[in-house]
Structure formats: C-alpha cells, structure tokens
C-alpha cells in the first residue's frame, strides 16, 4: 500500500542550526501539508501546499520556516535556525486529487527533531 | 472559528467493555469530521470519517461513530475493547468551502484510550 515517507526519523540539532526535513508523499497526490506535535500532545497545523506554492499557513509558520518541492517527489521544510521550542514530532501528509475535498489526509510516521 | 474538543484526556476501560471517546465540534456549515489513532512513536492512522450520509459511520478495527447535527458531536465507538486498542485518539473537523478551503484538518487535543486486561 503507498505510504507516506519521511527522513530523517529522529534529528538532534544546536540551536541556531538550519534543519531540512525531507518528506516523500504519495505519488499521485496533489495536496502536502506539515503538521507538528509537541510532546504526544495536539497535532497542529502548519502549512499546506498545491500547485507549487504555499496555500495556507499558521502563525507558527514564520518566517524561520520554508517549504519547497525541489522535484515531482520530494516536499522538504526547512527551518532556518532553530530554537528550543521547535523540539517536536513534524509529520508530512499528503491528500489525493481536487476532485472532491473530502478525502483524508494520510501520514507518514514523523521526524523528531530535538534542540539542544 | 472551526475547532474540535475532546472532552477527557483519558477513558478507561476494561477489556470486552463497549468505549466511547467523546468529540464536539463547531464548524460554519457541513462538518467533514474524521478520527484518527496514534500509537506510541507513530504516525496518525485514518479510522473513519463523516461527510454525509447516514449517521452512523464504520471503520477500521471494528470503529465506527456518530454523527449527531443538533448536539454537534461526532463520538466514536466500540462494542468490544480489546487491549491493543489503547493508542491515543484524534477527532479531527475540515473547515467548509470558503477561500481558505486548502483541505487541512484541524485536530482536537487528543484522547488517550486505556484498555485494561
């Protein structure tokens, strides 16, 4: 069954360092999003992604967070340098095509970013 | 604003017991609503959704829930815990059309499901 795919599982970083999260959704959809989750608590939203470019995001998005698809695979976010409190599980999702917006998200397991 | 609220951070119960984890929600116009399971150190598991229809939706392992308009909830349910089913539980609503309208879920704060032996 396809799934979504994300590295790296578990990333420890410096504060003030860049991290790239690299995401592979599955292949025919359309939509990407990024979530996070501190600490096994809520699930909040990021940002969301079609047609190249950003679609909606969060106020947590700022400015020290960016998201790219460099190919047709991978979807990537960076952030730019880090702080304590991005300590967190980021998951990818993806959702298949825009007919019908009533599709669920599917998940890939997440990347745990620790910063020290 | 659309937002979603589990009530209880946790349900216990015993093993062969029926379960509810309880969601309410409040959304402009038809609610798309969905549940989803995390396991420990994993990603969210789909479950079941509602988007129209009759009531009552099923799911996966034996999941389904309700969907009641008047009362704006969207409990799910099992006739029959089983231990492997402890995980922690998300109900999850997707904004109606409208500009903003990217298809994201906003997700409730999470319920932890205990299932004893």
């Known amino acids: 069954e396809p799934e979504v795919t994300q590295t790296p599982s578990h990333q420890v970083t410096q504060m003030g360092q860049e991290v790239i999260l690299r995401c592979v959704p599955i292949?025919?959809?359309?939509?990407f999003y990024w979530y996070r989750q501190i600490l096994g608590q809520k699930v909040e939203f990021l940002v969301s992604f079609y047609n190249n470019e950003i679609s909606e995001k969060s106020e947590i998005f700022d400015d020290q967070f960016s998201v790219e698809r460099p190919d047709g695979s991978n979807f990537t976010l960076k952030i730019r340098s880090t702080k304590l409190e991005d300590s967190a599980m980021y998951f990818c999702a993806s959702r298949p095509t825009a007919g019908g917006n009533t599709g669920e998200l599917f998940f890939g397991e997440g990347s745990r970013l620790t910063v020290l | 604003a659309q937002s979603v609220a589990q009530p209880e951070d946790q349900v216990n119960v015993a093993e062969g017991n029926p379960l509810t984890v309880k969601c309410t929600y409040s959304?402009?116009?038809?609610?798309?609503l969905f549940w989803y399971v995390q396991y420990p150190n994993r990603g969210l598991q789909f479950l079941l959704k509602?988007?129209?229809?009759?009531?009552l939706v099923k799911g996966s392992y034996g999941f389904e829930a309700e969907f009641n308009k008047s009362q704006t909830s969207f409990h799910l349910k099992k006739p029959s815990a089983l231990v492997s089913d402890s995980a922690l539980y998300f109900c999850?609503?997707?904004?109606?059309?409208?500009?903003?309208?990217?298809?994201?879920?906003?997700f409730g704060q999470g319920t932890t499901l205990q299932v004893k032996p």
């Open positions: 292949s025919n959809h359309l939509y």
């Open positions: 509602y988007i129209t229809g009759d009531n």
């Open positions: 999850a609503v997707r904004p109606g059309w409208g500009s903003s309208n990217t298809g994201k879920l906003i």
């Open positions: 959304v402009s116009g038809n609610p798309y």
